[in-house]
């Protein structure tokens, strides 16, 4: 008795997302001087989204910078203080205005180091949110990750939860590679229990490596970024029914991490690819194309399903807006339908 | 070593030599072999004066006296925005002056030859050379110092040389051997050097690039600047305005350089810019208009430039009003929307190699002889490259996967089917 008294059990802390990062890059711009933070408000603002908060009070003007709104000429600009040495960390506010610089993200960013033949390397980070948030409509809700996961030369990482925030984000600063990190906008404020280890400051998750969430025999369902959370309230609601789903956290778009998918379907035999994109050439399509491709083909007992977001721009109303997301309904529905009950 | 002994005896010896004049002569002949030292210490190759060591003697030999240096007067700069402007006369050495020829007709040849090799389909795809603008790059480099930054787009072989890269390995770059400066994964517009970035390909990309490159130059704290270059054509980009726009904010050690050759591909720059005064166009930015065929506007102008923005100011604009003999590229022959007789007369007029040769023979600065021995030295530098160029092997197909990523472990990449894998390594 005395001795199970005597252990000590450490609560674990509730962190949130926007923090997770916000430590992350905290944690990188004190390790080292040459990482700074570039974009429309992250200095005096604090951050659209508050996830630079308190940072340039820290650093200074040097090294958390506010920039006019031009986006194409700040991302050249963090572009090539990447290739003179510096370690940018360039925000867009949400993605869908990085299409305004994603000539400079894809043609300067991501192919330089194989141009060059090895010479001419580029550390850039390029984070913010990414896809649907809540009634912000149509230009303003597009998810981002098969574009650029489509380019080779780019790193692609799309956090789910705060270890994951924290995690990638470091693990995006240090890589001496142009690293996409998308973010969700309605994760930001979510908290989750950060355990121990990534309380460290060289805690770093990383890149390409998907994680397995909730392990399971019937199902693999494979997603990344919010809905991994809409597939683990599905995943509960089945086990009630005696299903049980083994939930991928791909963590990872570019490289994507197939083996960790691949050694789950050939166990289960089943897969549901879930994701907020749209569906046409989105991340779902390529895991099932991959899967065809490789080992776990024969394994599956049924064809490869996608969840996706409706194949639409996305309206406002909250009727409309709610059905062009996968909802936690609509997976378990695709969950039944492959397993065939 | 011995060759200098062996001059200075012959000085000594030479009894028709003033002995001032050689003086002067071994302390030129000294300093030269110094220089050569210095270059095994990493400058660029295009910098090695054991050439110019070669000429000396060799004029010792010839018993020719040659001035040291001589004063010459340049174009004033029109100015915006600026109270003064770089000096309306220079002094170019002989040194200076024989190593600007070089490096000059290097280029020219360098790009003739190209022309040639494109021709015989030893050079693909997209090909854009600079003859005629040799007096940007050489007098370019000339105001700066190699530790400070260029960038430039896609007509850049010239500057790729001049920042100290050999004609070999750009020749074999073109042709798209294992032995190009990008190992043929680059070709044409996409050469890499220290503190050069390229050879960019879409156009006005590479100005907030430059204006990127000379934040860090500030950020950590070295007084070196950026020099970005864009042409007529770029000028109208709407990136390179807010480039211009967070240079001045921000003060970046910036020195944007619009090489004005008139044609923006096919098109006129009146048909182009509702103000063709690009040296204004950067509005709240200081900016100077420049005689591009001129090699010591370009150097005097760069200076003033650079020492503009080292002294903490912020960024600056010039003009360089420039011209190219061939079209846009080898797929344009340049003479739809030109006419001959104005590339005729821009060659007999304005020829930067001209210009210089004629002002050092006319200031006897050097002898005719002596600038044709140059050119016969480079012509067969510029062979032996191209033979090169043309002899080296192709990069290995096992290397096509190669230089995804920068300093990761390797892994597989897909090749044209799944059954295709080939292996990368950083």
């Not at chain 1, 379907?265 to 899967?291: D, S, Y």
């Amino acid at each position: 008795m005395a001795a199970v008294s005597g252990l000590v059990r450490r609560p674990l802390r509730q962190v949130t997302v926007r923090d997770a990062i916000n430590q992350g890059m905290d944690e990188e711009l004190e390790r080292d001087e040459k990482v700074f933070l570039l974009g429309e408000e992250v200095a005096q603002y604090d951050g659209a989204y508050k996830v630079s908060r308190g940072l340039w009070k820290k650093y200074g003007d040097k090294r958390i910078i506010d920039t006019p709104i031009s986006e194409m000429g700040f991302a050249g600009i963090a572009v090539g203080a990447a290739m003179a040495g510096l370690r940018p960390i360039c925000e867009f506010m949400t993605f869908n205005f990085s299409m305004q610089a994603i000539d400079q993200v894809i043609n300067s960013a991501a192919k330089t180091y194989y141009m060059s033949g090895g010479l001419q390397s580029v550390p850039i980070v390029f984070r913010g949110p990414n896809g649907a948030s809540a009634g912000v409509a149509a230009q303003h809700s597009q998810c981002f990750a098969a574009w650029y996961g489509h380019c080779p030369g780019l790193k692609v990482v799309s956090p789910w939860n705060s270890e994951d925030a924290k995690g990638l984000i470091k693990s995006a600063i240090r890589d001496n590679n142009p690293v996409v990190v998308l973010e969700n906008e309605l994760m930001y404020g979510v908290p989750f229990e950060f355990p121990p280890e990534a309380q460290s400051k060289d805690f770093l998750v990383p890149i390409g490596k998907a994680k397995i969430e909730r392990q399971g025999t019937h199902i693999t369902v494979v997603s990344h970024s919010r809905p991994v959370g809409h597939c683990l309230e599905a995943a509960a609601v089945l086990s009630k029914e005696g299903v049980e789903c083994e939930v991928i956290n791909m963590r990872t778009i570019r490289p994507m991490d197939m083996e960790t998918i691949e050694a789950s379907v050939m166990k289960t035999n089943h897969l549901v690819t879930v994701e907020g994109g749209w569906p046409q050439f989105g991340v779902g399509a390529e895991i099932c194309a991959r899967i065809m491709e490789g080992p776990a083909f024969n394994f599956l007992d049924a064809p490869a399903v996608r969840v996706t977001g409706a194949d639409v721009p996305m309206p406002y109303a909250k009727i409309l807006e709610d059905n062009s997301i996968p909802q936690v309904k609509d997976i378990i529905f695709a969950i039944k339908k492959t397993l065939n009950i | 070593m011995r060759k200098m002994l062996a001059a200075v005896s012959r000085v000594l010896s030479g009894a028709s030599q003033k002995p001032s004049h050689g003086l002067a002569l071994l302390s030129s002949l000294v300093s030269n072999s110094r220089l050569k030292q210095s270059s095994h210490f990493g400058l660029p190759k295009c910098w090695d004066y054991s050439h110019s060591l070669k000429q000396a003697s060799r004029v010792l030999v010839a018993s020719r006296n040659f001035a040291n240096d001589a004063t010459f007067e340049i174009k004033k700069c029109d100015l915006h925005r600026l109270e003064e402007g770089p000096p309306v006369t220079t002094v170019l050495t002989r040194e200076d002056g024989l190593k600007y020829y070089r490096m000059m007709q290097t280029v020219r040849r360098m790009e003739l030859k190209a022309d040639q090799l494109y021709k015989q389909k030893i050079i693909r795809g997209f090909c854009h050379l600079c003859d005629g603008q040799e007096a940007c790059c050489v007098g370019l480099e000339a105001g700066i110092n190699p530790t400070d930054h260029l960038i430039t787009a896609y007509r850049a072989h010239g500057f790729t040389f001049t920042r100290g890269l050999s004609v070999r390995e750009i020749l074999a770059e073109l042709t798209g051997r294992k032995g190009g400066c990008a190992k043929g994964k680059g070709g044409s517009m996409h050469m890499y050097a220290k503190n050069f970035y390229g050879g960019n390909g879409i156009v006005g990309a590479q100005v907030p690039l430059g204006a990127g490159i000379a934040l860090a130059c500030k950020y950590n704290g070295k007084d070196e600047v950026c020099l970005t270059l864009y042409g007529d054509g770029a000028a109208n980009q709407g990136q390179i305005f807010e480039a211009y726009n967070m240079a001045a904010l921000w003060k970046l050690p910036c020195i944007f350089i619009c090489e004005n050759n008139r044609y923006g591909m096919g098109t006129s720059v009146e048909r182009a810019a509702a103000s063709t005064d690009y040296y204004k166009r950067g509005d709240f930015i200081p900016g100077l208009r420049v005689d591009g065929m001129d090699i010591l506007c370009v150097r005097e102008a760069t200076r003033f430039a650079a020492a503009y923005c080292r002294s903490g100011k912020g960024p600056i604009l010039m003009e360089l009003q420039t011209y190219r003999y061939h079209g846009h590229s080898m797929s344009d022959p340049g003479v739809s929307y030109r006419t001959r007789e104005e590339i005729q007369e821009v060659r007999s007029k304005s020829d930067p190699i001209m210009l210089l040769k004629d002002r050092m023979v006319n200031s006897n600065l050097a002898s005719v002889e002596e600038l044709k021995e140059i050119d016969v030295e480079v012509r067969k530098e510029i062979e032996d490259a191209a033979q090169f160029a043309t002899a080296d092997p192709e990069p290995p197909l096992e290397e096509l996967g190669y230089h995804i990523y920068s300093s990761d472990p390797p892994f597989e990449v897909r090749g044209a089917n799944q059954w295709i894998k080939f292996k990368s390594v950083s």
